[in-house]
């Protein structure tokens, strides 16, 4: 793999060309930026000549006034104009890769990248920390004894050579600039923005150089883009930008009303994708993996692989110990086990008709599975075992989640926000099956 460096030198011109005041306040008014103006603020951001404090001042200004397609290539390409740029020319395999917009329980890309790299295609998956009250995939991986997120650029090519993936941090050269950007926009309640996510997953996914990328943009209650008309217009904004940027790119548009499968936290989602690896684990979790996979696959040049049998008869399992091993993870040592568990218990009788993804998220992320400080250490093993899922019938008294956790003390305020998640109508009401994937945008 080649890297090439752009973008920020890392010194500062004797005066600088903008004043970032007038930049967040075009911004703040309502009007778009010039390019100019987004290239600099960009880079002086990264070079740390634009403080935090005006960085979020400018975030808050696009989370409230938007931005037009047009500042949002200029942003994304800034971003990626701030560090390096990838290039997997050089493997002997296509490479294919995924990202998700981030939902509650989304451990899909742990069964995924093994199950697409066990076809013969390369994963490159440089994935992210937790968000909000979603999980990050780093985070559920290093609840894994031994394993590590951070590779250099040559150890990552000799693993997408030896196992086909590799799932770790993207390094710090890599969209310098939004990985200052996103821990910001984390701690100062500028997530849900479309230009921002566009540009942040974008600029990431085009400087590590895949060749197909695969998106997956949710929607419903657990998801950043709540409306489904928001969740499109995010979909064709970054099917726009890696098309344009010459990157095969198709965006699935799937379901997080509801949490996927029926665990959160970083661990519990670990053991529930080694389920999926064996040929079993939650419905939901096993549609969603073979749908994206296909679709990956697909854009690599490998059409209608059986990717089912492939979970069925170990060949993604296969491939999992090897990109976790590859990686120092120890493939047979118990997951880590919280020291406190409590129940939460249904007060009548019912069929679950409804459970929401934002209070089973924010329960997971109170209970230490996610992070309210940048840099704050996740608990491995705390998190949401859900026990009644949507069509599940419960009595009075039946376990609807088991709450995990190494601080008790967390556990009030997690049962706050799950408590009252669950919908129930009347025993034998019949409940549809929910279709994770909507749609497909391309
Ligand atoms: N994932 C990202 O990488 N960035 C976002 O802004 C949201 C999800």
């Keep these: 793999m080649t890297t090439a460096s752009a973008g920020s030198t890392g010194t500062s011109p004797a005066v600088e060309p903008f004043d970032v005041v007038d930049v967040i306040r075009t911004k703040r008014d309502g009007q778009a930026l010039a390019d100019g103006q987004i290239d600099w603020v960009i880079d002086a951001y990264t070079r740390g000549v634009v403080a935090e404090q005006q960085m979020a001042a400018l975030a808050m200004a696009i989370f409230l006034r938007g931005m037009e397609r047009s500042e949002i290539a200029r942003w994304t390409n800034a971003m990626i104009a701030s560090?390096?740029?990838?290039?997997?020319?050089?493997?002997?395999?296509?490479?294919?890769?995924?990202?998700?917009?981030?939902?509650?329980?989304?451990?899909?890309?742990?069964?995924?990248?093994?199950?697409?790299?066990?076809?013969?295609?390369?994963?490159?998956?440089?994935?992210?920390?937790?968000?909000?009250?979603?999980?990050g995939t780093l985070d559920k991986l290093e609840a894994i004894p031994g394993w590590r997120a951070d590779l250099s650029n040559a150890e990552m090519m000799a693993q997408l050579e030896s196992a086909g993936a590799v799932i770790c941090a993207a390094g710090s050269g890599l969209a310098p600039a939004d990985k200052k950007l996103y821990a910001l926009r984390d701690i100062t309640g500028t997530v849900e923005a479309i230009p921002l996510i566009a540009s942040s997953i974008m600029s990431k996914k085009i400087a590590e150089g895949t060749a197909a990328l695969t998106l997956d943009v949710k929607t419903g209650a657990g998801a950043f883009m709540k409306d489904e008309a928001d969740a499109r217009e995010l979909a064709r904004t970054m099917v726009e930008l890696g098309t344009d940027a010459g990157v095969h790119t198709v965006?699935?548009?799937?379901?997080m009303s509801a949490p996927l499968g029926r665990t959160a936290g970083n661990g519990l989602e670990v053991r529930e994708s080694l389920e999926v690896l064996a040929g079993g684990g939650p419905a939901d979790i096993v549609e969603l993996t073979c749908a994206l996979a296909r679709e990956m696959l697909d854009?690599?040049?490998?059409?209608?692989?059986?990717?089912?049998?492939?979970?069925?008869?170990?060949?993604?399992?296969?491939?999992?110990?090897?990109?976790?091993?590859?990686?120092?993870?120890?493939?047979?040592?118990?997951?880590?086990?919280?020291?406190?568990?409590?129940?939460l218990r249904a007060t009548e009788d019912g069929v679950v008709t409804g459970l929401d993804a934002m209070g089973v998220g924010v329960a997971a992320w109170r209970l230490g599975a996610g992070r309210s400080r940048p840099g704050e250490a996740v608990q491995a093993a705390a998190g949401v075992e859900i026990e009644a899922h949507i069509g599940d019938e419960v009595k009075a008294g039946d376990v609807l989640a088991r709450l995990h956790t190494d601080t008790p003390e967390r556990m009030p305020r997690a049962l706050e926000s799950i408590d009252g998640s669950w919908t129930l109508a009347a025993p034998g009401t019949t409940v549809r099956a929910r279709k994770i994937v909507m749609d497909r945008i391309a």
Excluded at 84 to 113: C, N, W, Y
Excluded at 251 to 255: E, F, G, I, V, Y
């Design 251 to 255: 965006a699935l548009l799937t379901d």
């Design 83 to 135: 560090g390096e740029r990838m290039d997997f020319q050089a493997l002997s395999k296509p490479t294919t890769d995924k990202h998700s917009t981030g939902g509650v329980g989304d451990k899909i890309t742990l069964p995924l990248a093994p199950l697409v790299a066990s076809f013969g295609v390369a994963v490159p998956q440089l994935s992210g920390r937790g968000l909000g009250h979603t999980g």
């Design 299 to 343: 854009a690599a040049g490998v059409h209608d692989a059986d990717v089912e049998a492939a979970l069925a008869d170990g060949r993604a399992m296969d491939s999992w110990r090897a990109m976790i091993s590859a990686q120092g993870g120890d493939v047979d040592a118990p997951l880590p086990v919280a020291k406190h568990v409590e129940d």
